[in-house]
């Protein structure tokens, strides 16, 4: 193949791409926009193969990592996603410091420098790039992989000095690149390459809790950043596209989850909150009383409404309440209730997580409405069932200046005119903050665990 | 103007341009779908096996051709596993009596 008819084969697989993120923009269009994608990696890879000599090796290696990918993605289950998309985001970061090692070893090979040469320097400098964003998302990755699977503690972990420590560290980095742009040599490379991987460590280690989703989207940014820095390398159009087309995605999705929970970007960075420290809230010592009463209560509440607004949280997912909660969903719909579910941007553990986790307890898409959209009407609403949210409730957020939540947007369901809370206990939320809601007239608290309660509901409304 | 233009300064050019079609598509991601978004970015990032399969391209075989097949591994996770999830997700999302 002739090196213009590879870049537009290149053009073809990224307008393709293109049209996969499009397609993202209504479920309708979605499955269409995933094959899309599919057929565009497939002339992407099959254009790269026919440039290639080991045909042979080659396939066998897709075949290996296809079957991993392939099992993995079929047995995965939906509360898993996170975890399963921040292992990925590392093996993109692993493969591009490979990527860029073999450059470095055999630039002849790739075209961008003459048998005899040495790497161009403006090639070294993007092969440096390249080398450190890959190998930041690597073990940056892998910390946000352990947090998710709770392998390791989700707390952030912090210590003295740690902010001047990663500056060294960056610095020195900085340094050996610098080193290796004088005078390329493996051993700059090699130290660079390490300090990159530490400090994927060190960045990710200091954050956790809620802050999760902003980490897993940033990660998600950083892998592409990392393909189109190792593109700028070899000069290859495909892989700056693709790489730009997600690193901004990631970069967007970090901004719409640091926006819904009101937090500077470099904060949560920074590291901090979700744990700990914001926990000193403000305890006035009055003993503030609250309603509890039975699923029964709830249930006769519910099927004597007109509107039911369902606040679904991450305490669903975990109670695995999500196929009951449908069920007295279409339990309340037949006794001619409107049913419909709101959800914040943070609901969850990752962008638009708890949207998947209702979907694949079949509750249709068109009934599970997004916070913007549904605030005006919790007013009009006479029943608001909360269901294993806290923080993203909290009136708080609105009315008293000193929470540490303060301008955090949220599900103003204090609006409406009965709020059902169900709950373990009166336990705290991820900010460790207390809640107004829980104390309100119109407030009733049902104990228990969320997929017990629920059935009890659906039994009672039966 | 005289001379070549530096791949670098072309790169440079796909690279902004590339950025803000992705600006701009990704605002118009509906929230529903943002974790099937973050699976096919996965799926599309999986095009460093392009970059892969280039290292692991010579005939001969040293230390970067090994590095690059293990690459190409690496990044096939991905690509199947991507898209593969991303499917699985997006045919639960249905519409009320389907």
């Known amino acids: 193949m002739s090196a213009n008819s590879v870049y537009l084969a290149y053009l073809v697989a990224a307008v393709l791409f293109i049209l996969t993120l499009k397609g993202l923009s209504s479920p309708m269009t979605s499955r269409r926009g995933n094959m899309f994608g599919m057929i565009g990696m497939a002339i992407a890879v099959l254009t790269t193969l ?21 099992v993995v993605a079929r047995r995965v289950e939906m509360t898993q996603m996170p975890e399963m998309v921040a292992a990925m985001h590392s093996l993109v970061g692993l493969a591009a410091v490979l990527v860029a090692m073999a450059a470095f070893n055999n630039p002849v090979a790739y075209g961008i420098a003459l048998p005899g040469e040495m790497l161009h320097s403006s090639n070294r400098i993007e092969l440096f790039i390249g080398t450190f964003v890959g190998a930041i998302t690597f073990t940056g990755s892998i910390i946000a992989f352990l947090k998710l699977s709770a392998r390791l503690s989700g707390k952030p972990l912090r210590f003295a000095g740690q902010h001047w420590l990663n ?9 050996f690149g610098i080193a290796f742009f004088l005078s390329p040599s493996w051993t700059p490379f090699l130290i660079m390459t390490a300090i990159a991987l530490l400090l994927g460590v060190l960045l990710i ?18 892998s592409g950043w990392a393909a189109a820095g190792i593109g700028f390398t ?13 690193g901004s995605s990631g ?31 403000s305890d006035d010592g009055v003993q503030k009383t609250y309603r509890s009463g039975s699923a029964d209560d709830a249930a006769f509440l519910m099927g004597n409404a007109d509107s039911v607004i369902i606040v679904p949280g991450y305490g669903l997912a975990v109670a695995r309440a999500q196929h009951a909660i449908k069920e007295m969903s279409n339990a309340l719909t037949s006794k001619g209730v409107k049913v419909r579910y709101a959800i914040h941007p943070v609901a969850g553990r990752m962008p638009g997580h708890m949207n998947v986790l209702l979907a694949e307890a079949e509750v249709p898409y068109d009934q599970v409405v997004e916070m913007d959209e549904i605030n005006n009407e919790f007013a ?39 709020v059902l809370v169900v709950k373990r206990s009166m336990a705290t939320g991820y900010a460790g903050l207390d809640n107004d809601l829980f104390y309100m007239d119109k407030t009733m608290m049902v104990f228990g665990d969320a997929k017990k309660v629920v059935e009890d509901v659906i039994k009672a409304l039966a | 103007m005289s001379g070549v233009v530096d791949p670098f300064v072309m790169n440079l050019t796909v690279f902004v341009l590339a950025i803000f079609i992705g600006y701009h598509v990704v605002w118009n991601v509906t929230p529903a779908l943002h974790t099937p978004l973050m ?28 590095l690059g097949l293990v690459a190409v591994a690496l990044a096939a996770v991905n690509v199947f596993g991507g898209f593969l999830v991303t499917q699985r997700m997006l045919s639960m999302f249905k519409k009320k009596g389907k």
């Not at chain 1, 000599?53 to 392939?70: K, M, Q």
């Open chain 1, 50 to 70: 026919s440039l290639t000599h080991n045909v042979g090796l080659i396939v066998l290696a897709i075949l290996v990592g296809g079957t991993v990918g392939s």
């Open chain 1, 167 to 175: 500056l060294g560290l960056g610095i020195s980095m900085l340094g």
């Open chain 1, 380 to 418: 009009d609403t006479d029943v608001v069932l909360v269901i294993g949210a806290n923080d993203v409730v909290n009136p708080a957020a609105k009315n008293d200046k000193s929470s540490p939540i303060y301008g955090m947007p949220i599900l103003e369901v204090h609006k409406a005119r009965t």
């Open chain 1, 251 to 281: 970069a967007i999705l970090s901004y719409i989850m640091c926006r819904a929970m009101n937090r500077a970007f470099l904060n949560v960075i920074l590291g901090g909150f979700g744990g700990g420290e914001a926990a000193a809230a």
């Open chain 1, 205 to 222: 280690m200091p954050i956790g809790g809620a802050d999760m989703p902003v980490v897993i989207s940033m990660l998600n940014s950083y």
């Open chain 1, 234 to 246: 070899l000069n290859n159009n495909m892989l700056i596209i693709a790489g730009s087309l997600v």
């Open chain 2, 39 to 66: 699976a096919v970015t996965n799926a599309v990032s999986g095009i460093i096996i392009v970059g892969a399969m280039l290292a692991a391209k010579p005939e001969e075989m040293d230390i970067g051709t090994i």
